[in-house]
């Protein structure tokens, strides 16, 4: 008994060894690396704003609407209440990036839980789960979101609730077909002999190595999060003003396209600008992680 025990304790280590080594040499990834400098840089510029300017996001200046980038002290002008623009840019990165931060980690951790259930246990648990997980991908991902925030009204928590009621299909359908496929492995088999319990199994043993994918797949997630946010926000569903947000400042400065195009290509530019760095993290995890050739 005690030769049995001993096996799925073991058995992971490689796995576990792995992956350290992997990350041992995580900084011979350029995309990976380019993809994090980029945003350091954005969080740097974002949670330092006090350091970056010296105006309130949310304080009007009724006499100096619509000024120019760079007058008056406005390194990117003001809107048209007199807000610093600069200032809610910064401030605005802030919000929206935690926001989205959090709008991936209850789905993922949702979806973790109920994909290990559905590809451990089979059976009829499979199939309820897999049926629930086909009707909510049978609709478009921000088609969904906006009908949800639509109906539980506007702010954070509908949001957090929107996205987390539909984006925890995809993590559960990657970790349920990992699952699949890791419980029939001998280290999975000994712990069964063994007689650990499945929650320990499912947490000990069969998380830690399929995890990995649906990490690689929250860098690309938490992109399609910040363009559902930005989207809503633009819609008037989403960050409630006088927050400052990327897609708040979009909507309302897309009125002076024309004379203060900034108002709104700055924000747009900055919500690209997150994407390409989180997706350069997302394709370089890919690369680290991916299993090597035999």
Same mark, same amino acid.
């Given at each position: 008994m ?5 096996g799925?304790?073991a058995?992971?280590a490689?796995?576990a060894a792995r %992956? !350290?080594a992997?990350g041992a040499?995580w900084?011979?990834?350029? =995309?990976?690396?380019?993809g994090?400098v980029?945003?350091?840089?954005i ?11 010296? *105006?309130n996001?949310?304080?009007?200046n ?5 000024? $120019?980038v760079g007058?008056?002290g406005h390194?990117l002008?003001?809107d048209?209440?007199?807000r ?7 401030y605005?990165?802030q ?5 989205a +931060?959090?709008?991936?980690l209850?789905p993922?951790i949702?979806?973790i839980?109920v994909?290990?259930l559905a ?7 499979d ?5 629930i ?5 049978? *609709?478009?991902? *921000?088609v969904?979101v %906006?009908?949800?925030v639509?109906?539980l $009204?506007t702010g954070?928590?509908?949001?957090y ?6 984006g925890?299909?995809s993590?559960a359908?990657i970790? !349920? +077909?990992e ?13 069964q &002999? +063994? $007689?650990l319990s &499945?929650v320990?199994i499912? =947490? !000990?043993h069969?998380?830690?190595n399929?995890i990995t994918? &649906?990490i690689?797949y929250a860098?690309?997630d938490?992109?399609?999060?910040i363009?559902?946010?930005v989207t809503l926000?633009y819609?008037g569903l989403?960050?409630?003003p006088?927050?400052?947000d ?8 897309q009125?002076?396209l024309? =004379?203060?195009w900034?108002l709104? =290509?700055i924000?747009?530019?900055?919500v ?5 760095a989180?997706s350069?993290i997302?394709d370089g995890?890919a690369d680290l992680l991916?299993p090597?050739?035999s």
């Amino acid at each position: 008994m005690s030769a049995v025990s001993a096996g799925p304790a073991a058995a992971p280590a490689p796995a576990a060894a792995r %992956i !350290r080594a992997r990350g041992a040499r995580w900084y011979r990834q350029p =995309t990976l690396v380019a993809g994090l400098v980029l945003l350091a840089i954005i969080l740097f510029m974002c949670y330092g704003a006090p350091l970056l300017t010296s *105006f309130n996001p949310d304080t009007q200046n009724l006499l100096e609407p619509l000024v $120019g980038v760079g007058r008056q002290g406005h390194l990117l002008g003001t809107d048209q209440e007199g807000r610093d623009t600069w200032a809610r840019l910064l401030y605005g990165g802030q919000v929206d990036l935690r926001v989205a +931060g959090l709008a991936v980690l209850f789905p993922f951790i949702l979806g973790i839980i109920v994909g290990s259930l559905a590809g451990y246990f089979g059976g009829w648990v499979d199939a309820i789960i897999m049926r629930i997980v086909d009707i909510v991908v049978a *609709f478009p991902f *921000f088609v969904l979101v %906006i009908a949800l925030v639509f109906v539980l $009204g506007t702010g954070e928590k509908s949001i957090y609730i929107a996205i987390t009621a539909v984006g925890w299909v995809s993590y559960a359908r990657i970790t !349920r +077909g990992e699952i699949t496929v890791a419980k029939r492995q001998e280290y999975v088999l000994a712990a069964q &002999s +063994g $007689g650990l319990s &499945s929650v320990r199994i499912i =947490t !000990r043993h069969l998380l830690p190595n399929v995890i990995t994918q &649906s990490i690689v797949y929250a860098m690309s997630d938490i992109v399609q999060d910040i363009l559902a946010i930005v989207t809503l926000s633009y819609l008037g569903l989403g960050i409630q003003p006088p927050t400052p947000d990327w897609g708040t400042m979009i909507a309302t400065g897309q009125n002076f396209l024309t =004379t203060q195009w900034w108002l709104t =290509t700055i924000p747009g530019l900055a919500v690209v600008i997150t994407g390409v760095a989180l997706s350069l993290i997302g394709d370089g995890l890919a690369d680290l992680l991916r299993p090597a050739a035999s």
